[in-house]
């Protein structure tokens, strides 16, 4: 089993900025990419920022240069630090890691979700 949560979300005036954590742990042999989604209020979910297990990254669109994304292998542990934040921005943020447990078990473990409200 494979737990995974975040936290860090909040509210936060525009042009503010929130750190956002996700700590995996349990048994865990490997731990691959890993992504920060969001969904939006009516929206469909969406990969906002994504980290390979090499330290490669990725970004939307939308939030490029203001939106970082880090891992610490050591800790098991992504960080999403979100500045400059637009009230667009609001949504419920999840992370996925790519798991591979103690018992050969390859699939994608989710966190419950952190909110994040940005208002203007």
């Known amino acids: 089993q494979v737990q995974v949560v975040e936290s860090g979300g909040g509210l936060v005036q525009a042009g503010g900025s929130l750190r956002l954590s996700c700590a995996a742990s349990g048994n865990i042999l490997s731990l691959n990419d890993m992504g920060w989604y969001r969904q939006g209020p009516g929206k469909q979910r969406e990969l906002v920022a994504s980290?390979?297990?090499?330290?490669?990254?990725n970004y939307v669109d939308s939030v490029k240069g203001r939106f970082t994304i880090s891992r610490d292998n050591a800790k098991n542990t992504v960080n999403l630090q979100m500045n400059s934040l637009k009230p667009e921005d609001t949504a419920v943020y999840y992370c996925?890691?790519?798991?591979?447990?103690?018992?050969?078990?390859?699939?994608?473990?989710w966190g419950q979700g952190t909110q994040v409200t940005v208002s203007s």
């Open positions: 996925k890691w790519v798991v591979i447990t103690t018992t050969l078990r390859h699939y994608d473990a």
């Open positions: 980290i390979t297990s090499g330290g490669s990254t």
